[in-house]
């Protein structure tokens, strides 16, 4: 049984999955107006991937005997100068949720909810991943620089994800 303090932190965290999809979403389409496919694409499938986390905190809350409980959600930024900039935000962005998952699992264990806390394991190794993904992404963006045969092997390689 949650205590309605882990539920209020987990719908919100839910919330929070669902924005970053949104999020993610807003930035693919920014990026569909420039000619690169590949970080469009890239960013689709990363809008995909933070509905499934913001799934997997539906199914556990139900599990548990919890409500799903969604909130309003604000709109997303919409407008960027270059991809660059939007991978940095993206960073920016995943900074937040680390801090946010981080959170969760803190008032886990303050709350001796040991379920919870086996539970956020996952987003933790996953925050690590996500985040360690994108510095990648925008070492490579930073190399490159001004080429634009560069930003063109960049695109295609993020266009490989699957
Ligand atoms: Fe759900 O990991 Fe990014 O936000």
Do not use: C
């Amino acid at each position: 049984m949650l205590s309605q303090k882990i539920a209020d932190a987990l719908n919100k965290q839910l919330n929070d999955e669902l924005f970053s999809s949104y999020l993610y979403l807003s930035m693919a389409a920014y990026l569909e107006t420039t000619p690169f496919e590949g970080f469009a694409h890239w960013m689709k499938l990363q809008s995909k991937e933070e509905y499934e986390h913001g799934m997997k905190f539906y199914s556990y809350i139900s599990e548990v005997g919890g409500k799903v409980k969604l909130n309003a959600m604000e709109a997303p930024k919409s407008d960027w100068t270059d991809p660059q900039q939007v991978f940095e935000a993206a960073l920016e962005h995943e900074y937040k949720i680390t801090n946010s998952i981080n959170n969760l699992v803190g008032l886990a264990v303050e709350e001796k909810d040991y379920a919870t806390n086996l539970f956020l394991n996952y987003f933790v190794k996953e925050q690590v991943e996500e985040v360690a993904s994108v510095i990648k992404i925008i070492e490579k963006f930073k190399m490159i620089g001004e080429s634009k045969n560069g930003l063109f092997w960049l695109d295609k390689e993020l266009k490989k994800r699957a």
